[in-house]
């Protein structure tokens, strides 16, 4: 009867760790659900569109050229340009043509 003891034992520890790591993973699912949301809300920080000095609302999601060498990339307006590296500290208004400035600009 002692084996049987054991079995169970190892069985009842067994247990407790398949516990332990469903626990653990739940956890980190959670985590990573908050991660997630914290990234959308930077995305609200960084934000699709933007208003001009005017009030005018601009998309700054679309098909930009890059002022430094040129190239066309998509994306976020402020985003680095994928071929020389530099992003762009501000975009013209397209209805009055008024600079809305790049919130990562100096
Ligand atoms: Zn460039
Ligand atoms: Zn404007």
Partial sequence: ????????????????????????ALLGILALRRATRVAWGW???????????????NVLVGVWECRSCGSVFEGWAFRPCPVC?????????ERCGLSIKSPAAP
């Fill in 1 to 24: 009867m002692r084996e049987l003891g054991m079995a169970l034992r190892a069985a009842a520890t067994v247990f407790r760790w398949c516990i332990w790591i469903l626990g653990t």
């Fill in 43 to 57: 995305d609200a920080i960084v934000g699709e569109s933007a208003r001009c000095p005017r009030g005018h609302r």
């Fill in 85 to 93: 590296g530099e992003s762009a500290h501000y975009v013209s208004c």
